[in-house]
């Protein structure tokens, strides 16, 4: 600080010595110093408008390469529109801007012009009041110019002192501009590398999310298919539990080795010519429904119930049902069940009634009392009665005797004369009736012998008559 107030004493006595013209001289070279910077910035000016210029021409060229009327390149012209304006607005301001710099330039350039003459005509006068003035300083002159001398002297000291000082802060100004610079590029650096951990994190914490994404779709595919295989099982049990109720229960009837068939003794003198003469027969094995084909099961494969009596309800034996429509009722409960049921033959169901190889060779079917068995004429109340109601026999099948007659597969006709044993006999190859068997509710007592035979045509339907079913062991 001390160096910097003793240049700045001796610098003041220099100025002093000089006089006001060395005042006017620096005055006269800042006012020129003044209108070059104004002119370069006048300069500086006028390229940014030239490249500003290029810019809105670039911008509206590019609209026009892109021009097309889809809703997307709909919005990115109307971008480029406002590009295109915020570029020429930009170009109008910097040619203000040139404008008010190169006024400014002309008005600095008078200016030193003007500083520039005052200093001229303030020295040609100095220098003519200075002639005149000769003759008197001669005298005087000697002692001026020592005192000159010193002063320029202690003037160039001081000016080498300030000269020294500035290149020192000049130095110190370089030093700080270089540490400032290294600064700056370890900044960058540092920067650059932060840049590239932070994207290096991003592609991993993507990776993850992805990776993270696609268990859990895999997740959702395997919910997804447990679902389906839930649902298709729900079906496939649901369908299951249908075709269990479409499938009647079954009883196992042991085959004969040889039984009797038709007029029998227990059936007495109430025997018809058609139940003449007794048959010998043998018998495979076979199963046959408990009991009559009920209208539940009817409807839930035909999607009707022809019965007459519907009010007794859903567990009562289907009846007027024709032979023919017996049999596309046994088609469709076969193709829903994958089952091969069937009617019995006259020699099946006649075999099971007498209670098969347990028979006890009663009149009627499980008994010879009519009521502990059978729902008919006299008990009947006029109308089918819910199946299973009464004892079953010794097989443990129900309503084989009462309640509907039940169709057979064979043909009606009497029986063969000729002697012999017959094994699973299948009745006439053809006929003009079906048989059916058992009695019913509307009967009396004599056609509910076990071994009482009737039928009627194929197309018939009667409110009597239902069916039983027969499968193959």
Not at 71 to 99: R, Y
Not at 159 to 188: D, F, G, I, M, N
Not at 190 to 205: F, N, R, V, Y
Not at 280 to 304: A, H, R
Request: charged content about 30%; hydrophobic content about 40%; some cysteine.
């Amino acid at each position: 600080m001390a160096k910097f107030l003793i240049v700045l004493f001796f610098l003041s006595c220099f100025c002093f010595a000089q006089g006001p013209d060395y005042f006017k001289d620096a005055a006269a070279e800042n006012a020129v110093k003044k209108a070059e910077l104004a002119k370069r910035d006048a300069q500086v000016k006028k390229i940014a408008v030239e490249e500003a210029k290029k810019n809105a021409t670039a911008i509206k060229e590019e609209k026009k390469a892109r021009s097309c009327t889809s809703t997307c390149e709909i919005n990115w012209n109307n971008s480029q529109k406002k590009k295109i304006a915020d570029a020429e607005a930009d170009v109008a301001k910097k040619e203000a801007a040139a404008a008010a710099a190169e006024k400014a330039a002309a008005d600095a350039d008078a200016a030193a012009k003007k500083v520039a003459a005052d200093i001229d005509a303030a020295k040609k006068a100095k220098a003519e009041e200075k002639a005149k003035k000769v003759p008197e300083a001669d005298s005087t002159g000697k002692v001026e110019s020592e005192e000159a001398a010193k002063m320029i002297a202690a003037v160039e000291t001081a000016k080498k002192a300030a000269a020294e000082e500035l290149a020192k802060k000049a130095a110190e100004e370089e030093v700080a501009k270089a540490a400032t610079e290294a600064a700056k590029q370890e900044a960058a650096k540092i920067a650059e590398e932060a840049k590239k951990a932070a994207i290096a994190d991003s592609i991993a914490k993507a990776q993850e999310a992805a990776k993270i994404a696609e268990e859990a779709k895999k997740a959702a595919e395997e919910v997804k298919k447990a679902a389906i295989a839930d649902s298709i099982a729900k079906v496939q049990a649901e369908e299951a539990k249908k075709i269990a109720e479409l499938n009647p229960e079954m009883i196992f009837v042991k085959g004969s080795g040889l039984t009797t068939l038709g007029c029998t003794k227990e059936q007495g003198a109430d025997c018809n010519d058609d139940e003449r003469p007794h048959q010998n027969v043998t018998l495979n094995d076979f199963y046959i429904s408990k009991t009559p084909v009920t209208q539940k099961l009817w409807e839930k494969v035909m999607g009707n119930n022809p019965s007459r009596f519907k009010n007794c309800g859903g567990n009562c034996p289907v009846e007027s049902v024709s032979w023919f429509e017996v049999q596309e009722f046994i088609k469709k409960l076969n193709a829903m069940t994958g089952k091969k049921y069937r009617l019995l033959t006259e020699a099946e169901w006649e075999y099971a009634a007498r209670g098969g190889g347990i028979s006890k060779s009663q009149k009627y079917s499980g008994s010879n009392n009519l009521n502990q068995i059978a729902w008919y004429g006299a008990n009947s109340q006029k109308k089918t009665q819910p199946v299973c109601t009464k004892q079953p026999n010794e097989l443990g099948i129900c309503d084989m005797t009462g309640n509907v007659w039940e169709w057979v597969q064979d043909w009606r006709d009497r029986y063969p004369t000729a002697s012999g044993i017959k094994s699973n006999p299948k009745g006439p190859s053809s006929g003009t009736n079906r048989v059916y068997r058992g009695c019913s509710w509307q009967d009396n007592a004599l056609y509910c012998r076990v071994s009482r035979r009737n039928g009627a045509v194929p197309e018939a339907r009667n409110s009597s008559v239902g069916l039983r079913l027969a499968l193959d062991k």
